[in-house]
């Protein structure tokens, strides 16, 4: 099964940065479709970001409106890590950011439903 550990969390304070980081098993996630979600106490889980699996041009990703302009997210192959880097946060960003994977997929994923693996997790706190 595949495995995905996320790092990076902490607190911070408004306008500040952090790069959360999601390590993943195996030995094709080039061709994995990843995503970052995350989900706020009361709240459901949110859709953060996203990134395709390899493409013969090029990957594919897509943003919340929340964070459109303020995340990014990439991968880096050899190490078989994606990256989520959040800038200008905002209160409004707390919560516990989650990665999810699906193999064998070159299109980006929205969808919580349509991921097969999951991360367990890492806080973000932003402070006022």
């Known amino acids: 099964q595949v495995q995905l550990v996320e790092s990076g969390g902490g607190l911070v304070q408004a306008g500040g940065s952090l790069r959360l980081s999601c390590v993943v098993s195996g030995r094709t996630f080039s061709n994995y479709a990843m995503g970052w979600f995350r989900q706020a106490p009361g709240k459901e889980r949110e859709f953060v970001a996203a990134l395709s699996g390899t493409g013969f041009i090029k990957y594919y990703e897509d943003f919340a409106d929340s964070v459109k302009g303020r995340f990014t997210i990439s991968r880096d192959n050899a190490k078989n890590t994606l990256y989520l880097q959040m800038s200008s946060l905002n209160p409004e960003d707390t919560a516990v950011y989650y990665c999810?994977?699906?193999?064998?997929?070159?299109?980006?994923?929205?969808?919580?439903?349509?991921?097969?693996?999951w991360g367990q997790g890492t806080q973000v706190t932003v402070s006022s």
């Open positions: 999810a994977a699906k193999p064998r997929l070159t299109r980006v994923l929205s969808s919580s439903g349509e991921y097969d693996f």
